[in-house]
């Protein structure tokens, strides 16, 4: 997996030339998928290289172009260049989103070289917004990145990316204009530049303690012996409340970094008939989290906090993550709120109580090292 | 997004824009390609780039070279133009005189941390360097992770070994304009290394992949500092920060041990930085001292920055630390036992929980 930061890093180009080796080297290889993008540099890297038809999909009166997954199943090569992992299939290719073509392929024991910005990894969803201001739409879920045999971060400085904006290289005029007033801006580059970068080195971290059972000696950082014998058990508390989907990307991202076990868990009253809305929106939320590999469950009761602190208990979790409150509906009296409830109620266990918006205040002030 | 504190800049701002505007303008740009290893294709990606700037139409020169190239590299050699290198007893040296006279817009270095031969003017190539981009003219350049003096300790850690040339912290510092992370699968080295046995080939492995990460983490570094600075010299002080900064707040009242690990821990874990505040009270009993010590002398243990707050409201205090450093996630603990201490903390938490947008607040059981 090639991971890069912002269209125009030079993924394509670092992935075919990696292809070019590889087929120097005598594999059996061809590319499944490449966007042009008319980027002449990335073009001419496709030279001599085993390019496979596309399929052709009508849809609403244009023509558009999909990997032809089966016909790559057919040619059975070792390894297959599938660009642009995130990539939304028309609707009739048969499959919704090109990751899960490249999950046939895995299956069907081909090799895939693929690639993606980081501002398409789900559970980055929302700090993605609060850098950019945009809604990446196009998301890939994050266990298909974990399960990748290597990560490589294509890198750039922004300064080189914003030369290659302005001589039309990544975009054509109209659109790279566009371009430097959203995604484009220096401040949302270098923010997303950093973003991989911490990404990709925490991948290999997670690696480097889960490749090796014994990790060799002298190597070990003064931070693995802290953490040693504790394994967190992550309790993120589903409401209908639209902040869950939130709540459930963060207790992803946290449950990785920390090596930890994660459950969603959403309340629901006995008699709800009047309020299936919410049951449906609970629902609703507790799939998002299934679909993020997040085990789920719902407890039927009439008291929240009671509810979810017997269950922690009684499957060891050690932090509880909660939605921080709006102010609109946060009560005055301390006794009355869930938070503060289960915070009194949950005694030995940690709550965490999650910002909606990373927004950070950066700081003004110079700081020592 | 970023918002605009105010659109006009302060006299200290104005300055030190115009200043490094001035700088820029006068002297060449230094961009360099840092790898975590030989062979994970600096060289490659540096000519590759001076190729396709040389198509553009830019004056790009070859003047220093590795011994050695893969086929790939060799192809795009034959397309650039070289100034040859000097040759003392075996060891060669960048011709800067020669450079200077040639006078090209770009310059490309292949090897920054190399040793200039006894009888060369500098005893440095990065001196040479340095030289060239006084005269105007842009350097690119690579160099190895290990040759950095700030990483000496921590590649040291790394690989029990430590290599005797380096170069100065400063120098990158204050003169790198870009830098760029070489990044590559360990399996694809052009390279190999060579390992006598299964199990050193394993321990080489893994020291690899650390180094790799080290080389991530600082560009990463490099990147946070220039969007502060970037921010900065826009007059803009809020933005979406990337950098995780764990904050734990302690007490004279328990033992925040478990709570200062834990903080530690997850500063480690998501790679970021460690501050650990006590908000100054009066009148502390003899326990109470006591406590409030043992908790700060662990904190230092962990590595913790520490800071003493004054201020007569805990949370406003806190607060305040929290938004000027950046923080994103606030320990802080609350006590199991009943009673009014209860009711303080519980007022504590609340006044975090409502006051601390955008920050994570952890109620720590204590």
Known sequence: MFLGYAAGVGKTYRMLEEAQRLKRQGEDIVVGYFEPHGRKDTIARTAGLEMMATKTINYRGVALQEMDTGAVLVRRPAICIVDELAHTNVPGSGRQKRWEDVQVLLDAGINVMSNMNIQHLESLNDHVFDITGVRVRETVPDWLIKSAAEIVMVDATTEALLNRLKRGVIYAPETAQRAIENFFRESTLVALRELALRETAHELDVRGTTD???????????????????????????????????????????????????????????????????????????KFARNLHIETRILQGEDPSEMIVQFARSNQVTQILLSRPKHRSWGVLMGTDLILRIVREAKDIRVIIVAEHRRLHHPSAVRGS | ?????????????????????????????????????????????????GRRRRQRGEDVVVCALQPEYPEQVEAILQKLEMIPTLKIAEL??????????????????????????PGTANAYRWQDVSQLLDEGISVVTTVNL????????????????????????????????????????PRDLWCEPTAESPTSALVEAHKLSRLRELALLVAASVVDRQLESYLRSHGLDQSSGVQERILVCVSPRSDAARMLESGRRNADRFQGEFHVVHVQEHALSQPEQETLDKNLKYARELGAQIEILGGFDNTEAILHFAKRVGITQIFVGHSTRHGLRTRIWGSLVDQLVRAAEGIDVVVYPQ
């Open chain 2, 92 to 117: 060669e040296s960048i011709d800067v005189q020669a450079v200077i006279g040639r006078h090209p817009q770009v310059a490309l270095i292949d090897g920054l941390a190399y040793e200039n031969p």
């Open chain 2, 1 to 49: 997004m970023p918002k605009a504190s105010s659109s006009r800049l302060t006299p200290e701002q104005l300055l030190a824009q115009i200043e490094f505007e001035e700088r820029r303008a006068r002297r060449g740009r230094l961009k360099v390609f840092l790898g975590y290893a030989s062979g994970v294709g600096k060289s490659f990606q540096m000519l590759d780039e």
């Open chain 2, 146 to 185: 290990q040759y950095l003096e700030k990483l000496q300790e921590e590649v040291e850690r790394i690989t029990g070994n430590r290599v005797s040339c380096t170069i100065p912290s400063g120098f990158l510092d204050r003169t790198a304009d870009e830098i760029v992370v070489v990044d590559a699968s």
């Open chain 1, 212 to 286: 090796t059972t014994e990790e060799p000696t002298g190597v070990s950082s003064s931070s693995r012996a802290v953490e040693k014998g504790t394994r967190d058990r992550i309790l993120i508390y589903v409401s209908a409340d639209p902040s869950s989907a939130i709540l459930i990307r963060r207790g992803r991202r946290m449950a990785d970094y920390l090596c930890a076990d994660c459950f969603a868990v959403g309340v629901v009253p006995y008699r709800n008939n009047r309020l299936t809305g919410r049951a449906d929106a609970i629902e609703t939320h507790l």
